[in-house]
Protein backbone atom coordinates (compact mmCIF):
# COMPACT_ATOMS: atom_id res chain seq x y z
CA UNK A 1 0.00 0.00 0.00
CA UNK A 2 1.29 3.02 -0.82
CA UNK A 3 2.54 6.28 1.53
CA UNK A 4 -0.66 8.23 -0.17
CA UNK A 5 -2.84 5.71 0.42
CA UNK A 6 -2.38 4.78 3.78
CA UNK A 7 -3.26 8.45 4.42
CA UNK A 8 -6.11 8.16 3.00
CA UNK A 9 -6.53 4.77 5.19
CA UNK A 10 -6.20 6.79 7.86
CA UNK A 11 -7.78 9.80 7.64
CA UNK A 12 -10.95 8.93 5.99
CA UNK A 13 -12.98 8.10 9.03
CA UNK A 14 -11.22 11.84 10.34
CA UNK A 15 -13.28 13.14 7.95
CA UNK A 16 -16.47 11.66 7.76
CA UNK A 17 -16.91 12.12 11.59
CA UNK A 18 -16.43 15.60 10.91
CA UNK A 19 -19.28 15.94 8.32
CA UNK A 20 -22.38 18.50 9.14
CA UNK A 21 -24.90 16.34 10.21
CA UNK A 22 -27.18 18.65 8.07
CA UNK A 23 -26.17 16.26 5.02
CA UNK A 24 -28.74 14.50 5.48
CA UNK A 25 -30.32 15.52 9.32
CA UNK A 26 -33.70 17.43 8.94
CA UNK A 27 -33.41 20.40 10.80
CA UNK A 28 -36.41 21.88 13.04
CA UNK A 29 -39.47 23.11 11.78
CA UNK A 30 -42.46 25.33 12.81
CA UNK A 31 -44.65 21.83 12.79
CA UNK A 32 -42.58 20.83 15.47
CA UNK A 33 -43.08 20.76 18.66
CA UNK A 34 -41.76 23.22 20.76
CA UNK A 35 -38.46 22.75 22.71
CA UNK A 36 -37.77 24.05 26.62
CA UNK A 37 -34.18 24.68 25.87
CA UNK A 38 -31.96 24.81 22.73
CA UNK A 39 -28.57 23.86 22.91
CA UNK A 40 -26.86 24.34 19.02
CA UNK A 41 -23.31 23.81 17.58
CA UNK A 42 -23.60 25.20 13.98
CA UNK A 43 -23.23 23.91 11.54
CA UNK A 44 -23.58 19.89 12.84
CA UNK A 45 -23.56 18.04 16.17
CA UNK A 46 -27.36 18.26 16.71
CA UNK A 47 -29.16 17.42 13.68
CA UNK A 48 -32.14 18.87 15.11
CA UNK A 49 -30.37 22.74 15.59
CA UNK A 50 -26.88 22.06 13.47
CA UNK A 51 -28.72 25.59 11.54
CA UNK A 52 -29.09 28.86 12.78
CA UNK A 53 -31.85 29.20 10.42
CA UNK A 54 -33.61 26.55 12.80
CA UNK A 55 -32.56 28.35 15.77
CA UNK A 56 -34.14 31.11 14.87
CA UNK A 57 -37.24 29.64 13.67
CA UNK A 58 -37.70 28.19 17.26
CA UNK A 59 -37.35 31.08 19.12
CA UNK A 60 -39.77 33.70 17.51
CA UNK A 61 -42.20 30.56 17.28
CA UNK A 62 -42.11 29.03 20.93
CA UNK A 63 -42.22 31.64 23.46
CA UNK A 64 -41.69 29.13 26.35
CA UNK A 65 -37.91 28.63 25.51
CA UNK A 66 -36.19 29.60 28.94
CA UNK A 67 -32.55 28.55 27.55
CA UNK A 68 -30.52 28.93 24.54
CA UNK A 69 -26.77 27.75 23.70
CA UNK A 70 -25.39 28.27 20.85
CA UNK A 71 -21.84 27.51 19.45
CA UNK A 72 -19.96 28.09 16.42
CA UNK A 73 -17.07 26.40 15.14
CA UNK A 74 -14.75 26.99 12.64
CA UNK A 75 -16.76 25.34 10.04
CA UNK A 76 -19.22 27.83 9.49
CA UNK A 77 -19.18 29.39 6.37
CA UNK A 78 -21.52 31.98 4.33
CA UNK A 79 -22.60 35.19 5.16
CA UNK A 80 -24.30 35.80 8.70
CA UNK A 81 -23.61 32.57 9.89
CA UNK A 82 -22.10 33.50 13.03
CA UNK A 83 -25.22 35.58 14.32
CA UNK A 84 -28.81 34.90 14.37
CA UNK A 85 -30.76 35.99 11.03
CA UNK A 86 -32.97 38.79 12.14
CA UNK A 87 -35.49 40.43 9.75
CA UNK A 88 -33.56 43.42 8.70
CA UNK A 89 -36.40 45.41 8.82
CA UNK A 90 -37.27 44.53 12.54
CA UNK A 91 -40.36 42.83 13.92
CA UNK A 92 -38.66 39.51 15.16
CA UNK A 93 -40.01 38.63 19.07
CA UNK A 94 -37.96 35.87 21.15
CA UNK A 95 -39.32 34.68 24.22
CA UNK A 96 -37.75 36.50 27.27
CA UNK A 97 -34.59 33.37 28.35
CA UNK A 98 -33.25 32.29 31.80
CA UNK A 99 -30.04 31.45 30.78
CA UNK A 100 -27.83 32.00 27.25
CA UNK A 101 -24.75 30.82 26.56
CA UNK A 102 -22.79 31.99 23.49
CA UNK A 103 -19.69 30.62 22.00
CA UNK A 104 -18.34 32.57 18.73
CA UNK A 105 -21.08 34.96 18.41
CA UNK A 106 -20.57 38.18 16.09
CA UNK A 107 -22.76 40.75 18.30
CA UNK A 108 -21.07 43.58 16.50
CA UNK A 109 -21.40 42.90 13.20
CA UNK A 110 -23.80 45.26 11.33
CA UNK A 111 -26.35 44.32 7.90
CA UNK A 112 -24.90 44.15 4.67
CA UNK A 113 -23.27 47.32 3.58
CA UNK A 114 -23.20 48.01 -0.33
CA UNK A 115 -19.30 47.14 -0.64
CA UNK A 116 -19.92 44.03 0.59
CA UNK A 117 -22.04 42.81 -2.13
CA UNK A 118 -19.34 44.61 -4.63
CA UNK A 119 -16.46 42.87 -2.79
CA UNK A 120 -17.93 39.59 -2.77
CA UNK A 121 -17.81 39.52 -6.59
CA UNK A 122 -14.86 40.95 -7.54
CA UNK A 123 -12.67 39.04 -5.62
CA UNK A 124 -13.33 36.05 -7.80
CA UNK A 125 -12.10 37.85 -10.81
CA UNK A 126 -8.45 39.07 -9.12
CA UNK A 127 -5.52 37.58 -9.76
CA UNK A 128 -2.67 36.80 -6.93
CA UNK A 129 -1.00 39.81 -8.42
CA UNK A 130 -3.69 42.05 -8.30
CA UNK A 131 -4.84 40.74 -4.76
CA UNK A 132 -1.55 41.12 -3.38
CA UNK A 133 -1.65 44.46 -4.63
CA UNK A 134 -4.90 45.24 -2.98
CA UNK A 135 -3.71 44.29 0.52
CA UNK A 136 -0.87 46.04 0.43
CA UNK A 137 -2.52 49.57 -0.46
CA UNK A 138 -4.86 48.09 2.85
CA UNK A 139 -2.14 47.50 5.50
CA UNK A 140 1.56 47.99 5.06
CA UNK A 141 3.58 44.42 5.37
CA UNK A 142 4.79 45.84 8.56
CA UNK A 143 1.39 45.77 10.50
CA UNK A 144 0.58 42.25 9.30
CA UNK A 145 4.34 41.01 10.50
CA UNK A 146 3.52 42.25 14.16
CA UNK A 147 0.17 40.87 14.34
CA UNK A 148 1.49 37.50 13.69
CA UNK A 149 3.37 37.73 16.50
CA UNK A 150 0.61 38.78 18.94
CA UNK A 151 -1.04 35.15 17.09
CA UNK A 152 -3.07 36.81 14.25
CA UNK A 153 -3.21 35.21 10.55
CA UNK A 154 -3.46 37.27 7.27
CA UNK A 155 -3.47 36.41 3.51
CA UNK A 156 -0.29 38.18 3.13
CA UNK A 157 1.50 36.33 5.84
CA UNK A 158 0.14 32.84 4.28
CA UNK A 159 0.86 33.27 1.01
CA UNK A 160 4.19 33.26 0.66
CA UNK A 161 7.04 31.60 -0.89
CA UNK A 162 6.65 28.25 -3.45
CA UNK A 163 2.90 27.51 -2.58
CA UNK A 164 1.65 31.24 -2.13
CA UNK A 165 -0.39 30.66 -5.89
CA UNK A 166 -1.63 27.68 -5.13
CA UNK A 167 -3.02 28.58 -1.89
CA UNK A 168 -4.58 31.91 -3.03
CA UNK A 169 -6.38 29.80 -5.98
CA UNK A 170 -7.48 27.56 -2.97
CA UNK A 171 -8.80 30.36 -1.21
CA UNK A 172 -10.51 32.43 -4.28
CA UNK A 173 -12.16 28.96 -4.75
CA UNK A 174 -13.21 28.47 -1.24
CA UNK A 175 -14.61 32.40 -1.73
CA UNK A 176 -16.93 31.87 -4.99
CA UNK A 177 -18.14 28.71 -3.06
CA UNK A 178 -19.19 30.99 -0.03
CA UNK A 179 -21.08 33.90 -2.30
CA UNK A 180 -22.80 31.37 -4.58
CA UNK A 181 -24.38 30.36 -1.28
CA UNK A 182 -24.59 33.28 0.25
CA UNK A 183 -26.76 34.62 -3.10
CA UNK A 184 -29.17 31.90 -2.48
CA UNK A 185 -30.34 32.72 0.67
CA UNK A 186 -29.74 36.44 1.17
CA UNK A 187 -31.91 39.33 1.13
CA UNK A 188 -32.01 41.15 -2.13
CA UNK A 189 -29.80 44.13 -1.69
CA UNK A 190 -32.78 46.30 -2.57
CA UNK A 191 -34.24 45.20 0.28
CA UNK A 192 -31.02 46.82 1.99
CA UNK A 193 -30.95 50.27 0.29
CA UNK A 194 -35.08 50.82 1.35
CA UNK A 195 -34.31 50.17 4.99
CA UNK A 196 -34.06 53.85 6.53
CA UNK A 197 -31.09 54.86 7.94
CA UNK A 198 -31.45 53.82 11.49
CA UNK A 199 -32.41 50.82 10.58
CA UNK A 200 -29.57 50.34 8.25
CA UNK A 201 -26.87 51.20 10.76
CA UNK A 202 -28.01 48.60 13.61
CA UNK A 203 -25.63 46.00 14.73
CA UNK A 204 -26.72 42.29 15.42
CA UNK A 205 -27.04 43.40 18.88
CA UNK A 206 -29.49 46.31 18.27
CA UNK A 207 -31.88 43.61 16.35
CA UNK A 208 -31.74 41.56 19.57
CA UNK A 209 -32.33 43.97 22.05
CA UNK A 210 -35.39 44.79 19.73
CA UNK A 211 -36.59 41.30 19.70
CA UNK A 212 -36.10 40.08 23.14
CA UNK A 213 -37.12 41.11 26.68
CA UNK A 214 -33.22 41.02 28.55
CA UNK A 215 -34.46 41.63 31.71
CA UNK A 216 -35.48 38.51 32.79
CA UNK A 217 -31.91 37.25 31.92
CA UNK A 218 -30.11 35.25 34.87
CA UNK A 219 -27.53 33.55 33.50
CA UNK A 220 -24.92 34.81 30.31
CA UNK A 221 -22.05 32.94 29.10
CA UNK A 222 -20.25 34.44 26.15
CA UNK A 223 -16.75 33.06 25.03
CA UNK A 224 -14.52 33.79 21.86
CA UNK A 225 -14.81 32.11 18.70
CA UNK A 226 -11.49 30.13 19.56
CA UNK A 227 -9.06 29.28 22.19
CA UNK A 228 -5.82 30.09 19.75
CA UNK A 229 -6.39 33.78 18.58
CA UNK A 230 -4.01 33.07 15.66
CA UNK A 231 -6.85 31.03 14.35
CA UNK A 232 -9.71 34.20 14.44
CA UNK A 233 -10.32 37.24 12.45
CA UNK A 234 -7.80 40.03 12.84
CA UNK A 235 -9.50 42.34 15.86
CA UNK A 236 -12.52 39.98 15.81
CA UNK A 237 -12.43 38.66 19.42
CA UNK A 238 -12.25 42.18 20.43
CA UNK A 239 -15.06 43.47 18.87
CA UNK A 240 -17.62 40.94 19.79
CA UNK A 241 -16.77 42.01 23.48
CA UNK A 242 -17.35 45.63 22.58
CA UNK A 243 -21.20 45.71 23.30
CA UNK A 244 -21.17 44.14 26.71
CA UNK A 245 -21.08 47.64 28.08
CA UNK A 246 -24.46 48.52 26.38
CA UNK A 247 -25.96 44.94 27.52
CA UNK A 248 -25.16 45.88 31.29
CA UNK A 249 -28.16 48.43 31.52
CA UNK A 250 -30.64 45.60 30.49
CA UNK A 251 -29.87 42.66 32.27
CA UNK A 252 -31.37 43.56 35.89
CA UNK A 253 -32.01 39.92 36.60
CA UNK A 254 -28.39 38.77 35.87
CA UNK A 255 -26.84 36.75 38.52
CA UNK A 256 -24.34 34.86 37.40
CA UNK A 257 -21.55 35.50 34.48
CA UNK A 258 -18.88 33.58 32.66
CA UNK A 259 -16.66 34.64 29.93
CA UNK A 260 -13.09 33.26 28.47
CA UNK A 261 -10.52 34.70 25.82
CA UNK A 262 -11.01 38.33 26.51
CA UNK A 263 -8.97 40.47 28.53
CA UNK A 264 -9.45 43.22 31.41
CA UNK A 265 -9.79 46.01 29.11
CA UNK A 266 -13.42 44.56 27.84
CA UNK A 267 -14.72 42.76 30.62
CA UNK A 268 -13.88 45.13 33.46
CA UNK A 269 -16.23 47.71 32.19
CA UNK A 270 -19.21 45.51 31.76
CA UNK A 271 -18.63 44.11 35.51
CA UNK A 272 -18.67 48.23 36.58
CA UNK A 273 -21.81 48.39 34.57
CA UNK A 274 -23.73 45.80 36.29
CA UNK A 275 -25.95 46.10 39.17
CA UNK A 276 -23.61 46.82 42.40
CA UNK A 277 -23.60 43.77 44.40
CA UNK A 278 -26.00 41.82 41.87
CA UNK A 279 -23.62 38.53 40.90
CA UNK A 280 -23.02 35.53 42.81
CA UNK A 281 -21.34 33.60 40.34
CA UNK A 282 -18.69 34.49 38.26
CA UNK A 283 -16.42 32.46 36.33
CA UNK A 284 -13.47 34.60 34.09
CA UNK A 285 -10.60 32.64 31.97
CA UNK A 286 -8.40 35.32 30.25
CA UNK A 287 -4.89 36.88 30.13
CA UNK A 288 -3.97 39.49 32.88
CA UNK A 289 -6.38 37.72 35.35
CA UNK A 290 -4.66 39.09 38.55
CA UNK A 291 -5.44 42.56 37.73
CA UNK A 292 -9.26 42.26 37.53
CA UNK A 293 -9.61 40.58 40.66
CA UNK A 294 -9.62 44.15 42.90
CA UNK A 295 -12.32 45.47 40.29
CA UNK A 296 -14.28 42.14 40.91
CA UNK A 297 -14.83 42.84 44.70
CA UNK A 298 -14.66 46.65 44.77
CA UNK A 299 -18.54 46.17 42.62
CA UNK A 300 -19.49 42.25 43.44
CA UNK A 301 -17.78 41.19 46.74
CA UNK A 302 -20.51 41.33 49.00
CA UNK A 303 -22.53 39.31 47.04
CA UNK A 304 -20.26 36.44 45.41
CA UNK A 305 -20.65 32.87 46.20
CA UNK A 306 -19.20 31.24 43.50
CA UNK A 307 -15.62 32.63 42.11
CA UNK A 308 -13.37 30.98 39.49
CA UNK A 309 -10.68 33.27 37.91
CA UNK A 310 -7.81 31.88 35.62
CA UNK A 311 -5.70 32.28 32.21
CA UNK A 312 -4.89 30.18 30.02
CA UNK A 313 -2.00 27.61 30.22
CA UNK A 314 1.25 29.14 28.53
CA UNK A 315 3.86 27.98 30.75
CA UNK A 316 4.28 30.81 32.35
CA UNK A 317 3.24 31.45 36.49
CA UNK A 318 2.36 34.99 34.96
CA UNK A 319 -1.28 36.00 35.19
CA UNK A 320 -1.80 34.50 38.83
CA UNK A 321 -3.99 35.23 41.40
CA UNK A 322 -1.27 35.71 44.12
CA UNK A 323 -1.26 34.49 47.57
CA UNK A 324 -1.90 38.60 49.21
CA UNK A 325 -4.85 38.89 47.00
CA UNK A 326 -6.25 35.45 48.25
CA UNK A 327 -6.10 36.80 51.33
CA UNK A 328 -7.77 40.21 50.49
CA UNK A 329 -11.18 37.71 49.67
CA UNK A 330 -11.19 37.16 53.53
CA UNK A 331 -12.86 40.53 54.24
CA UNK A 332 -14.08 41.41 50.84
CA UNK A 333 -16.09 39.01 49.78
CA UNK A 334 -16.87 37.56 52.76
CA UNK A 335 -20.42 35.32 51.19
CA UNK A 336 -17.27 33.66 48.93
CA UNK A 337 -18.03 29.68 49.13
CA UNK A 338 -16.19 28.30 46.57
CA UNK A 339 -13.38 29.69 44.47
CA UNK A 340 -11.32 28.40 41.82
CA UNK A 341 -7.73 29.53 40.80
CA UNK A 342 -5.35 28.04 38.11
CA UNK A 343 -1.68 26.61 40.19
CA UNK A 344 1.43 26.13 39.03
CA UNK A 345 3.92 23.58 40.19
CA UNK A 346 7.46 23.30 39.89
CA UNK A 347 8.25 20.30 41.43
CA UNK A 348 6.41 21.29 44.64
CA UNK A 349 2.92 22.00 45.49
CA UNK A 350 2.89 26.24 45.83
CA UNK A 351 2.49 26.13 49.73
CA UNK A 352 2.03 29.72 49.97
CA UNK A 353 -1.31 30.01 47.39
CA UNK A 354 -2.68 26.43 49.18
CA UNK A 355 -1.68 28.55 52.90
CA UNK A 356 -3.70 31.70 51.35
CA UNK A 357 -6.75 29.24 50.61
CA UNK A 358 -7.08 27.38 53.49
CA UNK A 359 -7.34 30.94 55.35
CA UNK A 360 -10.50 31.79 53.62
CA UNK A 361 -12.82 30.87 56.76
CA UNK A 362 -16.12 30.99 54.49
CA UNK A 363 -14.78 28.41 52.01
CA UNK A 364 -16.64 25.17 51.65
CA UNK A 365 -15.39 23.79 48.40
CA UNK A 366 -12.18 25.01 46.09
CA UNK A 367 -11.30 24.08 42.34
CA UNK A 368 -7.59 23.65 41.17
CA UNK A 369 -6.65 23.88 37.28
CA UNK A 370 -2.94 22.06 37.20
CA UNK A 371 -1.33 22.10 33.70
CA UNK A 372 0.62 19.07 32.61
CA UNK A 373 3.59 20.07 30.22
CA UNK A 374 6.64 21.42 32.03
CA UNK A 375 8.11 24.80 30.72
CA UNK A 376 10.22 23.39 28.28
CA UNK A 377 7.93 21.53 26.52
CA UNK A 378 6.09 25.11 26.32
CA UNK A 379 9.28 26.89 25.10
CA UNK A 380 9.48 24.45 22.50
CA UNK A 381 5.94 24.61 21.62
CA UNK A 382 5.62 28.30 21.39
CA UNK A 383 8.75 27.99 18.85
CA UNK A 384 7.06 25.88 16.55
CA UNK A 385 4.12 28.44 16.90
CA UNK A 386 6.27 31.04 16.03
CA UNK A 387 5.79 33.07 18.70
CA UNK A 388 8.88 34.41 18.65
CA UNK A 389 8.10 36.76 21.94
CA UNK A 390 7.73 33.97 23.98
CA UNK A 391 10.98 31.83 23.48
CA UNK A 392 14.08 33.11 25.46
CA UNK A 393 16.81 34.09 22.98
CA UNK A 394 19.30 31.01 24.26
CA UNK A 395 16.54 28.70 22.73
CA UNK A 396 15.72 30.72 19.84
CA UNK A 397 19.76 29.88 18.75
CA UNK A 398 19.57 26.15 19.40
CA UNK A 399 17.57 25.31 16.82
CA UNK A 400 17.00 25.61 12.94
CA UNK A 401 13.68 25.74 11.29
CA UNK A 402 13.68 23.75 8.08
CA UNK A 403 10.15 24.18 6.31
CA UNK A 404 8.62 20.69 5.74
CA UNK A 405 6.77 19.93 2.64
CA UNK A 406 2.99 21.04 2.48
CA UNK A 407 1.18 19.12 4.15
CA UNK A 408 -2.89 18.26 3.85
CA UNK A 409 -5.20 14.82 4.60
CA UNK A 410 -5.24 14.35 0.92
CA UNK A 411 -4.00 15.53 -2.38
CA UNK A 412 -2.28 19.38 -2.12
CA UNK A 413 -5.19 20.49 -4.68
CA UNK A 414 -8.04 19.57 -2.31
CA UNK A 415 -10.67 21.83 -1.46
CA UNK A 416 -9.60 20.69 2.19
CA UNK A 417 -8.04 23.67 4.31
CA UNK A 418 -4.45 22.51 5.16
CA UNK A 419 -4.93 22.07 9.23
CA UNK A 420 -1.50 23.33 9.73
CA UNK A 421 1.56 23.98 8.23
CA UNK A 422 4.53 21.67 9.32
CA UNK A 423 7.76 22.67 10.60
CA UNK A 424 10.36 20.19 11.60
CA UNK A 425 13.03 21.40 14.79
CA UNK A 426 16.27 19.85 14.13
CA UNK A 427 17.94 20.11 17.38
CA UNK A 428 21.51 20.54 18.10
CA UNK A 429 21.85 19.02 20.78
CA UNK A 430 19.06 16.34 21.25
CA UNK A 431 20.43 14.74 24.36
CA UNK A 432 20.39 18.33 26.19
CA UNK A 433 16.44 18.35 24.97
CA UNK A 434 15.63 14.84 26.50
CA UNK A 435 16.86 15.31 29.77
CA UNK A 436 14.87 17.93 30.35
CA UNK A 437 11.58 17.47 31.84
CA UNK A 438 8.59 17.02 29.90
CA UNK A 439 5.47 17.22 32.32
CA UNK A 440 5.18 18.97 35.74
CA UNK A 441 5.64 17.26 39.37
CA UNK A 442 4.25 16.27 41.30
CA UNK A 443 1.85 14.52 39.29
CA UNK A 444 -1.66 14.81 39.56
CA UNK A 445 -3.38 12.16 40.41
CA UNK A 446 -6.14 9.91 42.69
CA UNK A 447 -3.44 9.28 45.79
CA UNK A 448 -1.60 12.42 45.41
CA UNK A 449 -4.95 15.02 45.19
CA UNK A 450 -6.21 13.02 48.37
CA UNK A 451 -2.89 13.87 50.55
CA UNK A 452 -3.91 17.32 49.12
CA UNK A 453 -7.15 17.26 50.08
CA UNK A 454 -5.89 16.29 53.68
CA UNK A 455 -3.29 19.25 54.19
CA UNK A 456 -5.91 21.78 53.60
CA UNK A 457 -8.20 19.84 55.50
CA UNK A 458 -5.89 19.76 58.28
CA UNK A 459 -4.53 23.74 58.26
CA UNK A 460 -8.22 24.97 56.96
CA UNK A 461 -9.79 27.82 59.11
CA UNK A 462 -13.16 28.27 60.02
CA UNK A 463 -15.38 26.39 58.15
CA UNK A 464 -14.30 22.58 56.86
CA UNK A 465 -13.78 21.70 53.51
CA UNK A 466 -15.98 19.90 52.71
CA UNK A 467 -15.02 19.34 48.79
CA UNK A 468 -11.62 19.54 46.18
CA UNK A 469 -11.76 19.48 42.46
CA UNK A 470 -8.83 18.85 40.35
CA UNK A 471 -8.61 19.93 36.51
CA UNK A 472 -5.89 18.41 34.96
CA UNK A 473 -4.70 19.65 31.50
CA UNK A 474 -6.60 22.06 28.95
CA UNK A 475 -9.87 22.69 29.56
CA UNK A 476 -10.37 25.49 27.40
CA UNK A 477 -12.73 24.66 24.77
CA UNK A 478 -11.02 24.44 21.36
CA UNK A 479 -12.27 26.27 17.89
CA UNK A 480 -12.14 22.02 17.06
CA UNK A 481 -13.97 20.86 19.82
CA UNK A 482 -16.89 18.76 18.93
CA UNK A 483 -15.14 17.71 15.92
CA UNK A 484 -13.26 14.52 15.30
CA UNK A 485 -10.20 17.06 14.34
CA UNK A 486 -9.77 17.58 18.40
CA UNK A 487 -7.48 14.26 17.78
CA UNK A 488 -5.06 16.80 16.17
CA UNK A 489 -4.79 19.17 19.39
CA UNK A 490 -1.43 18.75 21.28
CA UNK A 491 -1.77 17.66 24.60
CA UNK A 492 -5.11 17.36 25.14
CA UNK A 493 -5.08 14.75 27.37
CA UNK A 494 -6.84 16.08 30.54
CA UNK A 495 -9.21 15.00 33.21
CA UNK A 496 -10.78 16.24 36.46
CA UNK A 497 -10.39 14.69 40.10
CA UNK A 498 -13.05 14.89 42.59
CA UNK A 499 -12.36 14.39 46.59
CA UNK A 500 -15.32 14.79 48.07
CA UNK A 501 -16.61 14.53 51.66
CA UNK A 502 -20.33 13.52 50.14
CA UNK A 503 -18.81 10.60 48.22
CA UNK A 504 -19.44 6.78 49.04
CA UNK A 505 -16.04 6.66 50.48
CA UNK A 506 -16.15 9.92 52.03
CA UNK A 507 -13.01 12.14 51.60
CA UNK A 508 -11.57 9.65 49.23
CA UNK A 509 -10.86 10.82 45.56
CA UNK A 510 -12.02 9.79 42.07
CA UNK A 511 -11.22 10.05 38.51
CA UNK A 512 -14.79 11.39 37.61
CA UNK A 513 -14.09 12.15 33.56
CA UNK A 514 -11.15 11.47 31.36
CA UNK A 515 -10.49 12.73 27.24
CA UNK A 516 -6.79 11.04 25.91
CA UNK A 517 -6.32 11.93 22.03
CA UNK A 518 -2.86 10.30 21.67
Not at 331 to 355: D, F, M
Not at 453 to 468: N, S
Amino acid sequence: MSQNLMAYTVYLPLLLLSLPFSVSARYWEISDACPASISATVPWADPTFGSITAVHKALTSCPDVEALSIRFTEMVSGYNQHNLPFTWSGGDRYPPLKSLRLNGYFFSEGLLEPHQFIGYREIRSLTFEEEMARLRKQKPRSEWLEQRKNGFHSPQNVWQGPRARKEYEWYKRRVTLDWDYARKGDPPYKTYMELNSTQRNKTNLDLWLDAMDWTKLEHLAIDAWCSFRRACPDGGWQDRYETLDRLAPHLLSLSSFQSSDTGPETILPFLAALRPNSLKTLALTHDKIESTLDTIIQYHGQSLQHLELRSPFDGSENSTITPPQLLNLRSKAPNLSHLGIKLYRNGTWPKHHLAALSSISQLRSVALWLDIPSESHYREQNLILGFWKEAPPYEIGKVNYVEAPFRSFFEPDSDIEPLYDHVELQHENPTRRAAEPQYRTPIANETSAFHLFQHMRDIKVGRPLEELTVWVGDWTQSVFASTSFQVLRNNVRRYKIVCSLASERAGACEVEMEHRFR
